[in-house]
């Protein structure tokens, strides 16, 4: 099998090792069969069942804490650029299927977040699965430009990581028919998508919805947002 890339998942997708286990963080990594079938699993799961450098995958996960995971050892300088450019290709990926195909909802300064050369790098993705390190390399560098802006791949992280929680909470809210809960976290994604960030006083009051998610949901930790006031 291949891993293609790692993202959230409802919190009860059963795990493909785990014999029944449910993927309770929220996150997986996605391995595709042969027969185009696609499963889940944690991150020994997939290290087990397929020879992917997990590196090189596309992580739409990084602004959710939920689980800790072990760290990779980095020995001689080769293995340090190596190690170096494996991270950015991931980041690459990660940071023009954001732009490009994730947050297709939201909007910055009521355009589309899309880009054109972003969007070029996007299709031949699509069609290769895969991009050179040329490419990668310039994807970074327009990336690195809009550190610290609301554009830049952390705070685009911390935007899917929270429109992964809010739609989860809705969804357990519904189930409990709370209707003020539904109000609230619902205009909380309307003015996510608007503006690319909450204020730290929606934020707060979203914690107390919160609690409507199972345990490991509830009791993850989601990154600030990171851009210059």
Request: aromatic share 10%; glycine share 4%; charged share 30%.
């Amino acid at each position: 099998m291949k891993v293609i890339k790692k993202d959230f998942v409802n919190e009860n997708t059963i795990s493909f090792c785990g014999k029944g286990r449910k993927l309770s963080s929220g996150t997986a990594y996605f391995l595709l069969k042969p027969n185009g079938e696609i499963v889940y699993g944690g991150k020994q799961c997939a290290q087990e069942n397929s020879n992917t450098d997990l590196s090189q995958i596309p992580d739409f996960t990084k602004s959710l804490f939920s689980r800790r995971e072990g760290s990779t050892r980095i020995g001689s300088k080769t293995n340090l650029e190596t190690t170096r450019n494996d991270l950015n290709k991931s980041k690459a990926l990660t940071y023009i299927l954001l732009r490009e195909e994730k947050l297709s909802e939201f909007k910055y300064y009521s355009k589309s977040l899309s880009f054109d050369v972003l969007q070029k790098y996007y299709e031949t993705y699509k069609e290769t699965c895969d991009l050179t390190q040329d490419a990668v390399n310039h994807i970074m560098n327009i990336e690195k430009k809009l550190s610290g802006k609301k554009l830049s791949l952390k705070n685009l992280s911390t935007c899917y990581a929270y429109e992964y929680v809010l739609e989860r909470t809705l969804v357990h809210l519904e189930k409990k028919s709370n209707e003020d809960g539904i109000k609230y976290v619902k205009s909380l994604r309307k003015y996510l998508y608007e503006k690319c960030n909450l204020t730290i006083s929606q934020i707060e009051g979203l914690s107390k919805w919160l609690k409507y998610l199972p345990k490991d949901l509830a009791e993850a930790k989601l990154e600030k947002f990171h851009y210059d006031k």
